[in-house]
């Protein structure tokens, strides 16, 4: 149990530093962009990362210190918040894959602003993709401890209580 503390501390703490720089960067870009309701979709997406890892401190909190109970809300919202993360976290593998394996393509698709002739882009964008694989396999892994975590306390809250 202490070893899995220590995981989804680690875990969180990368999800909500990284999370933030996303959901920072989103709601800079639908300020600019012509097509703000799709960034928002993804700002309320990396937005939930955030949420979950803040709940998942919380939660620890409470299996650590057993005298400080667990907010009424807490239990829901990790479920809710870590579903909405967990499909980010999906999402964003798919992408990241296909994104791969079709690299040519995608740097074809994109403008870029100034010359790119000396710029190695297939490394950058290999480079991008095996971060977001790992960025979302940290959230995947802490969202789904997270829910053994919360189950684990209210198994063993329940029994205290009987």
């Not at 690299?103 to 000396?118: A, C, M, R, S, Y």
Request: with cysteine.
């Amino acid at each position: 149990m202490k070893k899995l503390l220590q995981l989804t501390t680690v875990l969180s703490w990368i999800n909500i530093i990284i999370g933030s720089i996303l959901v920072l960067g989103g709601l800079l870009l639908t300020m600019v962009s012509p097509d703000a309701q799709t960034i928002l979709v993804s700002v309320v997406l990396t937005g939930s990362i955030v949420l979950h890892s803040y709940a998942t401190f919380q939660l620890r909190k409470s299996i650590i210190h057993p005298e400080i109970p667990l907010g009424k809300q807490t239990p829901i919202g990790i479920r809710f918040v870590g579903t909405l993360a967990l499909l980010f976290g999906v999402i964003n593998i798919t992408n990241a894959i296909v994104i791969m394996q079709h690299t040519e393509d995608v740097i074809k698709q994109i403008k870029f602003p100034i010359p790119t002739k000396d710029i190695n882009l297939k490394s950058i964008v290999r480079a991008a993709g095996i971060i977001s694989i790992l960025f979302s396999l940290c959230v995947v892994l802490n969202v789904l401890l997270s829910f053994s975590l919360l189950r684990m306390y209210l198994v063993k809250k329940k029994s205290e209580k009987n």
